[in-house]
């Protein structure tokens, strides 16, 4: 790939996010590997036929929105995803996570350690994200009951939960603030129950949290995927 420039369009609402920051970080730190200039934009707009662009974002409708003025210009772009696939318009390269493949190492390591009953917690459906992340790990559930859903309150979503919650050995996170959030509300209403559970979460928690001692990470290795871009 002869690329001398690169110019990189980021969701702006999403900057701050952990995997935003991983897949900005592994990028750009390849491209700098590379002698590549690299310039970083939060729109489709100033983009010309030749153009080497690669998209960073996380809702469907700016995405496909970003791939369709790419379009427009003649150009096709990367888009780096931190779910398992797409469901967007247009012509572009994708490199997406394996998620598929992540859930199959963390039944394996769930049955291994005689982890037999999961729950999944906190999937908001009005985030594309949690609704991919909720189809591929639902597989692990023994019930459709094992799923509790964030209708835009984890206050709400807890006091389904927690009735239930010594019938579980595991609880998987759809992303970090629900981990965080359960790991709190336990520490309150059943520090035994927190101490029995295991808690997974999807994504980085709040660094420096005093609950990350009981919340273990599905590692997706984004930042690898600025490297995957050039194989």
């Not at 995997?19 to 590997?33: A, D």
């Amino acid at each position: 790939m002869n690329v001398q420039k690169m110019k990189i369009i980021c969701e702006e609402a999403y900057m701050e996010s952990a995997w935003c920051k991983q897949l900005l970080g592994g990028l750009t730190k390849e491209l700098k590997k590379r002698r590549i200039a690299h310039e970083q934009l939060f729109c489709g707009e100033n983009i010309f036929r030749d153009d080497n662009v690669c998209i960073i974002g996380m809702s469907n409708v700016w995405v496909e929105n970003t791939i369709s003025k790419c379009n427009e210009s003649e150009c096709v772009p990367l888009v780096l995803s931190n779910q398992s696939k797409r469901n967007v318009e247009g012509q572009y390269h994708l490199i997406c996570a394996d998620m598929g493949r992540a859930a199959k190492n963390l039944q394996d390591a769930f049955e291994s350690s005689g982890r037999k009953k999961v729950a999944l917690y906190g999937a908001n459906y009005s985030s594309d994200l949690d609704k991919d992340r909720t189809m591929i790990f639902s597989q692990l559930m023994k019930e459709p009951s094992d799923i509790y859903i964030n209708t835009g309150n984890l206050e709400t979503c807890f006091r389904s939960f927690y009735p239930k919650a010594a019938l579980y050995d595991a609880v998987l996170c759809v992303n970090g603030y629900a981990a965080v959030s359960l790991a709190k509300k336990l520490e309150k209403e059943s520090p035994v129950l927190l101490e029995k559970l295991v808690i997974v979460s999807c994504e980085e928690v709040l660094k420096h949290s005093k609950y990350n001692q009981w919340i273990s990470l599905i590692d997706l290795d984004l930042e690898s995927y600025g490297e995957t871009a050039w194989m």
